[in-house]
């Protein structure tokens, strides 16, 4: 173990070659809890409301994030190991299912890129440290979290609450930011957006963003700390802009619609793992 430790220390492209390949794996594992988490959850909730009801719990197949094997979503063909290697796959099949020709969705690539270039690129910034094995847990489930609330409009509890608690763990050694920071980012980061909540929905009488924000952002700040809040709710709220905007004059998608602000706040939230001290400390020398 430790000559292998020795060899990713003194050999930089290897180790970033390992966190590359060991990332592809991963993405194609978060396709699986992008895909399935949200079913899961709902059958969940209609078995507690039947119990609630008096009634018995409808009957279910067994599902979860294990078993059924994958299979193609019209036709049923079972996904064989051959067909299931990360990006190549997808290429060798023409993005297409090889049993009945329909298309494969790109966002499986997709997100199979981004979790291995994330982790090469964790790899080349932090080295084989507790650092690197943090931003990548981070990193990964922001992935995650993005897309669930891109398809659902929902990030659940269950992924948002254990990413704010292992946020606060790995600081217990400063790993990214003192304890005390620490606590206090996940705090304001929950009040921050609920408070922002509150005054909409009096001003208007709607609610303009759902309970996980909350729990996204006091997660973030669990990770970063408090100094990094600001600089994640100008970023994620500019980028939410920017595409809002786009959405509507692009896409005709309309005012009303609504969109989901998870992914933003992801996306800052990754940015200021990375790059967030810099751009603080650039922001600051301007006054």
Not at 60 to 72: D, G, H, Q, T
Not at 160 to 188: C, E, K, M, Q, Y
Not at 202 to 221: S, V
Not at 237 to 256: D, E, M, T
């Amino acid at each position: 173990m430790s000559a292998a430790f020795q060899v990713f220390q003194t050999t930089p492209w290897l180790l970033i070659t390992a966190a590359v390949l060991l990332g592809l794996m991963v993405g194609s594992f978060l396709n699986v809890v992008i895909h399935r988490l949200p079913g899961m959850l709902e059958r969940q909730w209609r078995a507690e409301c039947a119990e609630l009801g008096g009634n018995p719990a409808p009957p279910a197949e067994n599902f979860n994030l294990v078993v059924p094997r994958s299979s193609c979503p019209k036709c049923g063909h079972r996904i064989s190991a051959i067909e299931n290697i990360p990006i190549v796959s997808f290429l060798a099949l023409g993005g297409k299912c090889s049993a009945c020709k329909a298309p494969i969705s790109a966002r499986y690539p997709l997100v199979e890129a981004l979790a291995g270039a994330i982790a090469g690129y964790v790899a080349w910034r932090f080295g084989l440290s507790l650092a690197a094995f943090g931003a990548l847990v981070f990193a990964w489930t922001m992935i995650a979290l993005t897309f669930i609330d891109l398809d659902t409009f929902y990030l659940p509890d269950n992924i948002t609450l254990p990413l704010l608690w292992t946020g606060l763990l790995f600081n217990l050694g400063t790993t990214f930011t003192d304890i005390a920071s620490a606590v206090i980012g996940a705090a304001a980061g929950y009040l921050i957006l609920w408070a922002v909540f509150w005054a909409y929905k009096f001003a208007t009488g709607k609610e303009g963003m759902g309970y996980g924000d909350f729990k996204l952002l006091a997660a973030i700040g669990a990770w970063l700390g408090w100094k990094m809040l600001p600089l994640v709710i100008l970023l994620s709220s500019f980028v939410g802009a920017v595409v809002g905007i786009a959405l509507i004059v692009f896409a005709r998608h309309g005012r009303n619609v609504p969109i989901p602000f998870g992914p933003y706040l992801a996306i800052a939230g990754v940015v200021a793992l990375f790059h967030g001290a810099a751009i603080n400390h650039y922001y600051l020398r301007l006054f």
